[in-house]
């Protein structure tokens, strides 16, 4: 073999030698690639839909998460208020953190409905690998799908199950203190149910024990109202058997009434007749009620045995004997008291004579048919130790058809509905008119009618004399 | 000082050694010795030595049961201040029933004056 084909011989081993190099080293196939690569973009875009369907999921999921954590919020919130709160209050917030729970219930089974879809697809879409090209372009490709797959669904896995994850414990969380809520919310009807029960037995008992000591309170008070309303009207009967029955004077009518304010009266008058003469006393305790009685009663006393004891004691002797007789027991008895009183005696000869000081006396004269006023002068009984026996006293006449007219101030100070006081000048108008009438007891009675629409406040009494 | 309850009223003013005190308004109460002793008792020991004008001729009405704290405190006032001035109405009826009484204790307490209009 000559030069020129050793040549020849080494130019067609080289392209010989590269021809096999090329043919080992040339691209794949472009129809199988291109199949593979559609695959996988396919795959690649089931991913990607599963990643959009995941954040939806995840979306979904934290939507319903906020209004979740907002009920329970509202819950708490709720159940911290609750003794102010109606049941009906919170059983609405309790349905409503129930049916977000449903809701979101129904969000993880839709969720593990598609995960079960997606492991469905990937099988699937593997099985097509397998089935569409040559074992080593499955292994190049199964390669770089699983590098793809392993990738992306490891990912996913990551991410679905912390999304679930999370999810679970905020159910979870959700539900224990839904749990725990509840647990609370009966144990405190269950303690607010025993605190009623128990309040409302202790109520019935107190309530017994209230209306069984009223009843004995009552009969009690009743028992000392009865004992009380005896002595009041014992004491009342005494001050009346004090009062002159059949009250008479020489030469002259006589009419007389005392009407206490209370059971038992300050006012005080009496007719004695002794063999010097007739006495005639009207007076006044300050105040009424059962203390005024007592001081009244003690002046009666006084005054009845001053007169049958001292036979020819004056007017003014009579007060200063009272006075001293009363003034300490009036002290003992730690009242502020005194007492108005007028003494009139009328002698044989029919003067009368006068001394105390009281209310002024009214005398209609029946021949110039007006009334006299004449005032009292003196001092009340009981406001000093000593009276002077010397005080002057007073004197007057009563002649035929005269009026005398003596009283306490409880018809001088009546009032009329416009306020106004009788006083003496009005009373003074009654003596005038009630002088046509023909018995003294009828006068008497026209003239204590006559302010029975007024107001009186205090123990009234009225004695009228004629001449 | 001054006395201030649901119907009466005395009002109390200073001058160089002298007190006035003006009464005002009405004594209706059942136990005014209540309202006007505890007042009185106050207002006495500040008298002391000095000449003491009371007023009553304000006054609208004075029931039975109010002369004797008002005459307790008179009384007290007689027997500390200088001299004791009692002003009252002799044209009212009730004014002069109520007062007719001190007339005749100030014949009696030489530091206790009255003038009836």
């Known amino acids: 073999m000559n030069k020129s084909q050793k040549s020849g011989l080494a130019v067609v081993l080289t392209a010989l030698l590269f021809g096999l190099l090329y043919y080992q080293t040339r691209p794949p196939d472009e129809e199988g690639h291109l199949g593979t690569i559609n695959s996988l973009r ?27 954590q907002a009920s329970i919020s509202s819950f708490d919130s709720s159940l911290e208020e609750l003794p102010s709160l109606v049941f009906s209050s919170l059983r609405r917030e309790v349905s409503s953190i129930t049916e ?51 990738t992306h669904s490891y990912e996913l896995s990551i991410a679905i199950d912390n999304a679930t994850l999370r ?27 025993i605190a009623l029960t128990t309040t409302i037995q202790r109520l019935r008992h107190l309530s017994l024990h209230q209306e069984s000591l009223v009843k004995q309170r009552t009969m009690d008070l009743d028992d000392a109202l009865s004992e009380l309303f005896g002595e009041m009207e014992l004491a009342k009967k005494i001050q009346t058997a004090l009062l002159p029955r059949s009250p008479s004077i020489r030469g002259c009518e006589v009419a007389a009434t005392m009407k206490p304010a209370d059971l038992v009266g300050g006012d005080y008058y009496d007719i004695i007749s002794t063999a010097q003469g007739d006495w005639i006393i009207i007076g006044d305790v300050s105040g009424h009620g059962v203390s005024a009685g007592l001081v009244m009663m003690m002046a009666q006393t006084a005054v009845a045995t001053s007169i049958r004891q001292g036979a020819n004691v004056t007017p003014p002797e009579l007060l200063a004997i009272v006075n001293s007789t009363m003034i300490e027991n009036i002290r003992r008895l730690g009242e502020q008291k005194y007492m108005t009183m007028t003494v009139v005696f009328r002698d044989l000869s029919g003067s009368f004579h006068f001394a105390g000081l009281h209310q002024d006396i009214l005398i209609y004269r029946d021949h110039s048919q007006e009334v006299e006023n004449i005032a009292t002068t003196g001092i009340w009984l009981g406001l000093v130790e000593e009276i002077d026996p010397k005080l002057p ?41 009630s002088n046509a009438l023909k ?25 009228l004399i004629r001449g | 000082m001054n006395l201030v309850s649901d119907n009466l009223f005395a009002t109390v003013t200073r001058l160089e050694g002298k007190v006035s005190i003006v009464f005002d ?55 500390i201040a200088n001299n004791v001035h009692v002003r009252y109405d002799g044209s009212v009826n009730w004014q002069r029933l109520s007062f007719a009484s001190l007339e005749t204790i100030a014949k009696s307490w030489p530091n206790l004056h009255l003038s009836n209009h």
């Open chain 1, 167 to 193: 999810y679970n414990q905020a159910f979870q969380s959700d539900m224990e203190k839904i749990e725990r809520y509840r647990l609370i919310l009966y144990a405190w009807m269950v303690g607010l149910a």
């Open chain 2, 25 to 79: 308004g009405k004594s209706d109460r059942q136990n005014p010795g209540e309202i006007i002793t505890p007042w009185s008792e106050k207002v006495v020991p500040t008298l002391s030595g000095l000449d003491v004008d009371v007023d009553f001729r304000g006054l609208k009405y004075l029931n039975s049961s109010s002369f004797m704290p008002i005459f307790k405190m008179l009384s007290s006032a007689r027997d």
């Open chain 1, 42 to 68: 396919n795959a690649r875009a089931s991913l990607r839909e599963i990643e959009l369907e995941i954040s939806n999921l995840q979306l979904t999921i934290s939507e319903n998460y906020q209004p979740l």
């Open chain 1, 393 to 433: 006293a007073g004197h007057f006449e009563l002649a035929k058809g005269d009026a005398l007219l003596l009283y306490t101030d409880g018809i001088t100070e009546s009032l009329a509905e416009d306020g106004q006081m009788l006083d003496s000048d009005g009373l003074a108008s009654l003596l005038k008119s």
């Open chain 1, 439 to 463: 018995s003294v007891n009828e006068a008497l009675s026209y003239i204590t009618n006559s302010v029975e629409n007024r107001e009186i406040d205090d123990d009234l009494t009225v004695i």
């Open chain 1, 100 to 150: 977000a729970l449903e809701n979101g219930s129904n969000q993880l089974a839709q969720y593990h409905e598609y995960i079960e879809d997606f492991q469905t697809a990937n099988s699937n879409l593997i099985a097509a690998i397998i089935d569409g090209d040559t074992h080593a372009k499955m292994r190049y490709f199964g390669e770089l799908y699983e590098l793809n797959y392993n």
